[in-house]
């Protein structure tokens, strides 16, 4: 296997698609895979049998949903860069569509199609998310239609409620901590209960990280009561949770140098591979390294940006040129971010099958480069 590369661990994939549909097996609910964390074709053919269908936040993921996906199998979209040009090919190709305000509902509601189920999505207005750039919920949000404006009976009696089916929710970040799940669709669904509206379904978002380490009861719980109490179906569409610990990437020392007396390694990659790394500057985990050992080195990608820096690390045997770094809990929202800035090729991506086989699932090259440009 060439360096740099993703590697997508498919054992360790399966294993937590198996936790959530053990959980569909006790509440029922319908399970989609939110394609915007990682969206390579060779995972979402390995996610498919697994799951009722994927949600999608544009035409183009959606395109590739339809694609991958059997025709018994469902799509939700919801976003809030619906484009007039792509509303007609989204309204034809998707089963439920989301409107994120209350103006995408009044300019596109005409467009209704019997193949299709409207809904708003709802910003509850109730954050768990400590670093703003994550928070749906955040200040001046412009993800949902705020709750309080449903509390107003004016403003909901306005909406033309026989043409809206369910609703959708999106606000947490990484948590492991059902509860806030519990809190925020009880915040919600009470005021539509006052208001005397019925729904169809409710999507509770991603956001939520589930592996078998974690206590699901309340999930289960909370995907009960609103069935028994509210009579909807309920969806939910986890991202990360699904490969975000399944995902690597294995790059290589190509320079080894010293500055002012630290080592410098060079690597065969560039944070550009690891969008998040500089975005929010996020120090990724780096298999059998150490906070403190002997030989420490500042890792840093080949790109010309002086900030092309992975962070500092020590080993317990030093660097060689050569040498494997393996990057780990990348496997979302790391490769479909990735750029090729400097002319600097892409990882290729691989499938580490349940033989151990490295099966190559996307190389890129010269012409890829080109053709973007
Ligand atoms: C509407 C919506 N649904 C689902 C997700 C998936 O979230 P996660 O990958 O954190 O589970 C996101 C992430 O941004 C989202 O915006």
Known sequence: MKTPAYVYDAKSIINILDTINSIKQDTNFLFLYSIK???????????????????????????????????????????????????????????????????????????????SSFGLRINPQLSFVSDQRFDPCRSFSKLGIPLS????????????????????????????????????????????????????????????????????SVLK???????????????????????????YLIASVIDLFQHEDENIAVLDTSI??????????YRPKVMNSFSISKYKYHITGCSCLSGDLFGEYSFQEPLKLGSQIIFENIGAYMQVKANMF?????????????????KLLKEYDYNYFRSRL
């Open 37 to 115: 964390s990682s969206s390579n074709f060779g995972l979402l053919e390995m996610i498919k049998p697994h799951v009722d269908g994927f949600s999608c936040s544009s035409m183009f993921e959606l395109q590739l949903a339809k694609e991958v996906l059997d025709s018994n199998q469902i799509t939700h979209i919801t976003t809030p860069g619906f484009n007039r040009d792509e509303f007609d090919k989204i309204i034809n190709l998707t089963d439920f569509i989301s409107f994120n305000s209350l103006t995408q509902l009044t300019q596109y509601s005409k467009k209704i199609k019997p193949t």
């Open 149 to 216: 404006h449903f509390k107003k009976k004016m403003e909901c009696d306005k909406i033309d409620w026989s043409v809206i089916d369910g609703i959708h929710i999106h606000n947490n970040c990484e948590s492991i901590n059902f509860n806030e799940m519990k809190q925020t669709a009880n915040k919600v669904m009470s005021v539509f209960k006052e208001n005397d509206v019925s729904l169809k379904w409710i999507n509770l978002g991603g956001g939520y990280l589930i592996d078998n380490r974690n206590d699901v």
């Open 221 to 247: 719980e909370t995907i009960k009561w609103l069935q028994d109490d509210y009579n909807v179906d309920v969806y939910f569409e986890p991202g990360k949770a699904i490969t975000g610990e399944s995902g």
């Open 272 to 281: 550009n591979h690891l969008p998040e790394v500089f975005e929010y500057q």
């Open 342 to 358: 400097n002319g600097i090729n892409l990882p290729a991506a691989y499938l580490l099958d349940k033989n151990s086989n490295f």
